[in-house]
């Protein structure tokens, strides 16, 4: 019976996923191409510059970003984003404030389920950074229902302020049902979502900290032995055979029904990439396995080997240009980027290479123009159709009108308008008209006047 059960289950999410990358997803479009010849396992995938801020950030490849997919133990980042939101929200320290396993919890969210548990003993209380960097390393389902339990006052609650926070910082194709990553029918995320609360994650100082920590020391704040937690991410110890040097954080998650997941960030020479990977299978055709490492692997080098940060736009640069009326001595305003433009891109692309399309909001302008006004956009693309960038166009200065230009501009106006000559032809059939019954009036006067001389002549 269980295993009918399961495969229902496998084929009723197979199914709930499927309706949601054929009715939900937006296509979505490569910013480039990887090397010919290379393979990934992972069913999406996507490659991100992370720059300065969010809106710096550059999706260098997107496969499949906004198909749904399980997160599994990919969870645990909402879990961390919510808790930090909380903790921040509500002034709580993460060294005293603290949460204790009981029965109750584990009777009602552990039990049963067959996800992995760390070991806590019923009754141990555990610090709030303790649980909470726990349930970021490890799969750990009694760390993470007492992590919610303690915030919230339930699971459902937390889990309800998950689901608040992610259509927040705008996850798209999102919904939370649970803490410990158990599959579940209303449990599902994209790549693109993944990218979006990891990156809101990072906007905490004690987040990356806490999940990169290769071993962490658990001191029970009472009713319990000091553990020793190991870092489930094995890129990060320098003993796996899948170690990457360059490596500063992750999170994997484990499918029953999709397989593996990692979303990661990576940073050498001065650059920072985040990778994810999804949906990757337990092992190949060759029997290889950890192919959610390998996958993340070949794209970190593919993404260092192959783009440099370049300036593209300066602050000054005249990009184009705008008529102006009732200006003196000047008949057109240049075009400025509000802001420089830098960004990555292919090593061997040359700054002058990449397509600059301009866009205006008008073909003419009357003055005065201020500086600094918006007046249109570049857009950046290279590989004749790859959009890279958008930056506003301004005026490069302000330019008052003259006195003299404006009257002969309305006078012009005045002249060139069709009202204008609507109301002079309505004056001259007027006129013509007027003058035609002159003409036919002194015509039946003069008849008049013959009439009545005849008349005196015959008397």
């Known amino acids: 019976m269980g295993m009918r059960l399961k495969k229902w289950m496998s084929f009723i999410l197979s199914a709930v996923l499927l309706f949601g990358v054929v009715f939900s997803a937006t296509p979505s479009v490569k910013a480039y191409e990887l090397p010919e010849g290379t393979v990934l396992n992972a069913k999406a995938a996507a490659v991100v510059f992370l720059g300065g801020s969010e809106k710096e950030d550059v999706f260098l490849l997107e496969h499949n970003v906004d198909e749904v997919h399980a997160p599994a133990a990919l969870v645990r980042l909402m879990v961390g984003a919510y808790t930090l939101k909380q903790v921040q929200e509500k002034n709580l320290n993460m060294d005293t404030a603290s949460g204790t396993y009981t029965l109750d919890i584990f009777n009602r969210y552990v039990a049963g389920t067959g996800v992995t548990a760390v070991g806590m003993e019923f009754g141990e209380v555990w610090s709030l950074r303790d649980l909470l960097t726990v349930s970021l390393i490890q799969t750990a389902s009694d760390a993470a229902t007492t992590l919610a339990v303690t915030i919230s006052g339930s699971v459902e609650d937390f889990v309800d302020g998950m689901n608040e926070l992610a259509k927040e910082i705008g996850c798209e194709r999102t919904h939370f049902a649970n803490v410990t990553g158990l599959d579940s029918l209303s449990q599902y995320t994209t790549t693109r979502d993944v990218y979006r609360i990891l990156r809101y ?57 999709e397989g593996w997941g990692l979303a990661s960030v990576a940073s050498d020479s001065g650059y920072d990439y985040m990778v994810i990977v999804m949906g990757c299978p337990p092992k190949n055709d060759k029997g290889h396995v950890g192919l959610h490492y390998t996958d993340s692997i070949d794209l970190y080098r593919w993404a260092f080997r192959s783009f440099t940060y370049k300036t593209l736009l300066t602050e000054n640069e005249i990009l184009g240009s705008i008529k102006v009326k009732n200006v003196w001595g000047r008949d057109s305003v ?64 302000s330019m008052n009108s003259n006195f003299l230009l404006v009257i002969f501009s309305g006078i012009g106006a005045v002249f060139s308008s069709g009202w204008f000559w609507l109301v002079v032809g309505i004056l001259v059939l007027l006129i013509g008209g007027y003058v035609a019954l002159l003409v036919v009036s002194a015509r039946r006067h003069r008849r008049k006047l013959k009439s009545r001389n005849k008349s005196h002549r015959r008397l």
Request: net charge negative; hydrophobic share 40%.
């Open 201 to 257: 994650c990072m906007t905490f100082a004690d987040f990356e900290p806490m999940i990169s920590t290769v071993q962490h020391k658990v001191q029970p704040l009472s009713g319990g032995q000091p553990y020793i937690i190991v870092n489930r991410v094995d890129m990060l110890r320098q003993s796996s055979t899948f170690h990457y040097a360059p490596l500063k954080f992750g999170r994997t998650g484990l499918s029953e029904h």
């Open 334 to 397: 240049n075009l400025v980027p509000k802001t420089p433009f830098a960004t990555v891109v292919y090593n061997d692309v040359e700054v002058d290479e990449v397509i600059k399309k301009i866009t205006t909001n008008a073909e003419v302008l009357k003055a005065p123009i201020e500086k600094g006004t918006v007046y249109g956009k570049v857009e950046l693309i290279v590989n004749v159709d790859e959009k890279i960038g958008e930056v506003e166009l301004i005026a490069s200065e």
